[in-house]
């Protein structure tokens, strides 16, 4: 053969080689390519009210919601307006309660996994043995188990903890379980925790709040870095995202915005507090540990 005959069929066989090659890269990626594993709708800061047409406004967004086919809700807590002051009443705490438990009847067929909000509790009670005192009634309330507790779904660990305490923090108790809770986890199982205040954040440092054990917390997630994946949060009613040693941290607008009403002059819009517009996130959640969180405003 001649060299140019030579030189033509290596170049053919090279490049059969690369389409191959090229063929089975490609294949390789698109069987590692990350499977669906669970669509979660978050909702926080629902604030539920009579006035302001906030009950319309919520089950109409709700309605929205499921049209994203979500496989189950996580609340991010303040699902009432407020509870929580010196001067509220026996009777505007059941009316909010009573509210929240109609608009709920939407989403029959639902799972709603809740945490406490700092607003949702009656400090108020004329006394400690009250039924409606405390967290304990509205544990009851959310139909929840626990004040803090996990679940697991589609090979994903949800952790869902009580930061209403002094200082914006974990109790001990509950501290020490979250430790178990992760230890007895098997390896690379992925966890997204849910907060009602953020744990890390941007605007934390201008707005609302979070966790002030956060450097306790953050030293515990490192230790197992292979499974906290993400946490969730709310309470400052407004939008931000951080990541930090492999934890992703999403805190999402509230569902009430600026408490159902329109702003004030620091307002971007109708209904928004500050620069966040009232709104939910969907999140989609994957079988190799990673998570997109997508936050949706909606109008009033």
């Known amino acids: 053969m001649k060299r140019r005959e030579i030189l033509k069929g290596a170049g053919i066989l090279a490049a059969a080689g690369l389409v191959t090659r090229s063929s089975n890269i490609a294949n390789a ?3 590692v390519k990350a499977k669906p594993a669970l ?22 967004c709700l309605e929205t919601i499921k ?12 699902s009432i307006f407020d509870a929580s002051y010196d001067n509220v009443k026996r009777e505007r705490v059941t009316e909010l309660w009573n509210l929240w ?19 949702d509790t009656w400090w108020a009670a004329p006394d400690h043995a009250d039924a409606m005192y405390g ?9 929840i188990p626990n004040r803090y507790y996990s679940f697991s779904k589609s090979g994903w660990h949800f952790i869902i ?19 178990k809770e992760l230890e007895q986890l098997p390896a690379n199982t992925p966890v997204l925790m849910m907060s009602h205040y953020p744990i890390l954040g941007v605007t934390p440092f201008w707005e609302g709040g979070m966790h002030s054990d956060y450097k306790k917390l953050k030293a515990l997630f490192y230790q197992h870095r292979d499974k906290v994946k993400a946490c969730l949060s709310g309470h400052n009613h407004l939008l931000d995202t951080a990541s930090y040693n492999g934890t992703q941290y999403f805190c999402n607008g509230a569902m009430s915005g600026f408490w159902w009403g329109k ?17 939910y996130a969907i999140l989609e959640l994957y079988a190799d540990g990673s998570i997109k969180n997508v936050y949706k405003p909606h109008a009033f």
């Not at 189950?72 to 807590?77: E, I, P």
């Open 101 to 119: 438990d109609d608009c709920m009847k939407d989403l029959k067929g639902y799972e709603v996994h809740s945490c406490i909000g700092n607003h």
């Open 263 to 279: 702003g004030d002059e620091k307002s971007a819009g109708d209904g928004y507090y500050e620069e966040t517009p009232p709104g």
């Open 161 to 179: 903890l009580d930061g209403n305490n002094p200082s914006i923090t974990l109790d001990d108790q509950q501290f020490d379980w979250l430790k």
């Open 67 to 78: 049209n994203e086919k979500v496989d189950f809700f996580l609340n991010g807590g303040d």
């Open 135 to 143: 967290k304990d009634y509205v544990v009851k309330r959310l139909g």
């Open 29 to 31: 990626a698109e069987s």
């Open 39 to 60: 669509k979660i709708a978050h909702i926080t800061d629902v604030h539920i009210r009579p006035d302001l047409d906030a009950p319309q406004k919520f089950k109409k």
